[in-house]
Nanobody, 121 residues
């Protein structure tokens, strides 16, 4: 089994910063793309940022220039540095990872439990 555990969420004032972390553990042969998604109340879960094993990143337009995704492959960890936070960034943030448990297993997508980020105005 594969587990994803997020940390780093919380309450912050507008303009502040938070850093989210997500550690992947369990039966892991290789981790491919890792990403952060968010879901605000009454809305769908949307991609915030993703990063490939080689470091290629993708960001949704609303966070470009404010958020930075990074990963430490040796630690099976992905980070999301969030600066200049806005009230509209308030959401539950979910970590996602595409993992092969063994060399011959299929690629499977896993999710963390989510961490709340609240930005007050």
């Amino acid at each position: 089994q594969v587990q994803l555990v997020e940390s780093g969420g919380g309450l912050v004032q507008a303009g502040g910063s938070l850093r989210l972390s997500c550690v992947v553990s369990g039966s892991i042969f290789s981790i491919y793309t890792m990403g952060w998604y968010r879901q605000a109340p009454g809305k769908q879960r949307d991609l915030v940022a993703s990063i490939t094993h080689g470091g290629t990143t993708v960001y949704t337009d609303s966070v470009k220039g404010r958020f930075t995704i990074s990963r430490d492959n040796a630690k099976n960890t992905v980070y999301l540095q969030m600066n200049s936070l806005k009230p509209e960034d308030t959401a539950v943030y979910y970590c996602n990872a595409d993992v092969k448990a063994t060399m011959t297993s299929l690629l499977k997508s896993y999710w963390g439990q989510g961490t709340q980020v609240t930005v007050s105005s």
